[in-house]
């Protein structure tokens, strides 16, 4: 398996598939460690954790420079993922003991109280848009549980999944406790069947959930499942245009636009649809493209280049259909897979970049006539992971945050997944929940204890 340099080209590593065998082995060896994490106090669990995030602050810059290379992210964006990692490690050792108490049930029998135990071990099939922060999120939570953790990362990332491993292996946990597994896809199945693996847990594409959930259903095995989205950015008419389009240009073109929760459908209200565009697409033009490792790079790369050719697919049929393009892009010649921002108007329903995921620097706009119309067409999509209400509306924009198919929807605000909230999607967007005291209880047992 060869992993690419997106920014160049050209080649950085190869990597050979795990054999059967050497699977074999590390699910062996990884049950021998689960057994001994279980005995471990969460304090104990805790202070590893807090070992981890140290190793990770150490080594920040390295690490960053590790996931430019491998996914072509900016470095400024790289160094702030890796600064996420240390928290969501911080957090989970600092709660989830008080998270994880024994409960006596309102109402419940005098001697009836829920403990929470470990699964057992815990696949973990992560994706390359962030590469440590998707991993670390999972594995705090499921390892200050009591769990094991397998982590099958996307292959492109191969030396981010390793890195990973080798910090676990450095924080005093047991040894082999998280392992890396570099399978190709068709083989992750045999793994999710495997009666030592207890539950799986996904981020990706629709398509992966669809297939690992029937991979973890037929094995009768917890599944949590985390996909993708299509989220709405409604701007009302009586928003603040300089606060709403500058957030709009973060929210779209963060990560070059490769961002499962990040706005992708912009629904604007008429009145002031012409001036918000004009900003939004001022504001996309001062962000500098070129190569990631420079400070003053906001653009770099997508990850892959079969992924700039579906944007630009997405994008030409869109324009076919009658879409207007406001801001001008598309794939840039020369090495690397750079694909320059693209701003699309007058997008209706059954255009691509309206009803699929669009997964890259391109925003479309929807003119809406109120907000009737806006919620209307927010969820009018089979996704439901975020989104976003724009106005000096109080009450206005509470009521239709309270009316949008999301997991997250957030007022005059971006939608942001934080390690005090449960985090997870509605509809196609997969279910189950990360992150908060949620997601730390996707993966135990609540079992009743009747104890007199």
Avoid at 50 to 67: C, P, S
Avoid at 210 to 237: H, N, T
Avoid at 284 to 298: A, H, I, N, Q, W
Wanted: charged share 20%; aromatic share 6%; proline share 6%.
């Amino acid at each position: 398996m060869i992993s690419t340099n997106p920014a160049t080209g050209q080649e950085i590593a190869r990597y050979e598939w795990h054999t059967p065998a050497q699977v074999e082995d590390i699910l062996a060896v990884n049950q021998t460690a689960l057994r001994c994490w279980r005995n471990f106090r969460i304090p104990e669990r805790g202070a590893c954790l807090h070992k981890a995030a140290d190793i990770l602050t150490a080594r920040t810059t390295e690490l960053a420079g590790l996931i430019t290379r491998e996914m072509g992210k900016p470095a400024g964006e790289a160094l702030a993922e890796m600064k996420r990692c240390v928290n969501v490690c911080r957090f989970y050792a600092d709660h989830a003991e008080d998270m994880l108490r024994p409960e006596k049930p309102a109402g419940a029998p005098e001697d009836a109280s829920i403990v929470f135990d470990p699964l057992g071990a815990v696949l973990a099939i992560m994706p390359w848009n962030f590469p440590f922060w998707q991993v670390l999120r999972c594995a705090a939570p499921v390892l200050m549980a009591g769990n094991s953790f397998l982590l099958k990362h996307a292959p492109s990332v191969t030396g981010c999944a390793l890195a990973v491993e080798e910090i676990f292996s450095q924080c005093g946990m047991p040894a082999d406790l998280m392992r890396t597994l570099v399978l190709p896809d068709e083989r992750v199945a045999a793994v999710i069947e495997d009666r030592r693996v207890r539950a799986v847990s996904l981020t990706g594409s629709c398509r992966a959930g669809a297939a690992v959930a029937a991979a973890a259903g037929g094995a009768l095995k917890k599944a949590v499942l985390e996909l993708g989205g299509s989220d709405p950015f409604i701007v009302l008419a009586d928003a603040d245009l300089t606060l709403a389009a500058t957030s709009a240009v973060g929210a779209r073109f963060y990560n070059a636009g490769q961002t499962c929760v990040s706005a992708k459908r912009f629904l604007v209200a008429r009145p002031v649809v012409n001036e918000f565009i004009e900003r939004m697409a001022h504001g996309v033009s001062l962000l500098k493209m070129g190569d990631p490792t420079r400070p003053e790079v906001r653009i770099g790369p997508m990850a892959r280049d079969d992924l700039r050719r579906n944007l630009e697919r997405q994008v030409s049929e869109s324009v076919a259909m009658g879409a207007r393009v406001v801001l001008e892009g598309g794939p840039e010649p020369g090495p690397g897979f750079y694909f320059r921002p693209v701003i699309l108007a007058d997008v209706r329903p059954g255009m691509p970049v309206f009803e699929e995921e669009v997964f890259g620097p391109v925003a479309s706009v929807t003119t809406v006539q109120d907000a009737e119309e806006a919620l209307r067409l927010a969820n009018r999509t089979r996704f439901g992971l975020g989104a976003s209400v724009w106005s000096r509306n109080a009450a206005l924009a509470h009521k239709l945050a309270g009316l949008i198919e999301a997991g997250t929807v957030a007022v005059n605000a971006l939608v942001k997944s934080d390690p005090r909230l449960p985090f997870g999607g509605v509809k196609d967007s997969g279910f189950g929940r990360e992150l908060g005291r949620q997601g730390l209880l996707e993966f135990v047992n609540a079992k009743v204890l009747r104890l007199p």
